[in-house]
């Protein structure tokens, strides 16, 4: 599996910048994801406040969507998606090894992703509950992102159930 892994793309692509204690952060899990597969980001400029939220969410999600690249398998955070564990993460992360596709993880900005974003999404991942900033939404996603990693890897780095 280790050849197979090299090979993915992923891409995450996030409505607006990360703040730098944030950006500190994802970027330490983007230099361990680096060892497992190439990982690059997408910002997407923050549509102007002075619309409403469906108008936002519409020109943010069209700007995302028009540069997905073909044939990716998108992944759309969005609250009422799926809870998936750590472990389901990485049964999922394991399944679209082998399609050899780009993998593309869409976060939208603080009024969420939009429905353009999130209509060619082939899956629909939640977070959970829980509201959080977008910015720290994108930093755990790139944790978990790691953490899948690492247990399809067999790697002591994830300790809760489900690891292999």
């Not at 500190?24 to 910002?43: G, H, M, P, V």
């Not at 955070?77 to 998936?84: M, N, Y």
């Not at 002591?156 to 159930?161: L, R």
């Amino acid at each position: 599996m280790a050849a197979l892994s090299f090979l993915m793309e992923i891409t995450l692509f996030a409505v607006g910048k990360l703040r730098p204690f944030y950006r500190e952060a994802c970027d330490e899990y983007i230099k361990r994801i680096q060892r497992y597969a190439r990982l690059s980001e997408r910002e997407i400029k923050e549509s102007s406040r002075t619309g409403s939220v469906a108008e936002t969410n519409l020109d943010e999600g069209r700007r995302m969507r028009d540069k997905f690249p073909p044939r990716a398998i998108i992944i759309g955070l969005t609250r009422p998606g799926s809870a998936w564990s750590s472990a389901e993460l990485a049964e999922h992360m394991g399944r679209w090894l082998t399609e050899s596709k780009p993998l593309v993880f869409a976060i939208g900005g603080s009024t969420g992703l939009g429905e353009a974003a999130l209509a060619p999404a082939r899956f629909q991942w939640s977070l959970g509950p829980l509201t959080l900033p977008h910015e720290l939404a994108r930093v755990v996603v790139c944790e978990q992102i790691y953490r899948a990693f690492t247990i399809l890897k067999g790697e002591p780095y994830h300790k809760g159930k489900g690891t292999r």
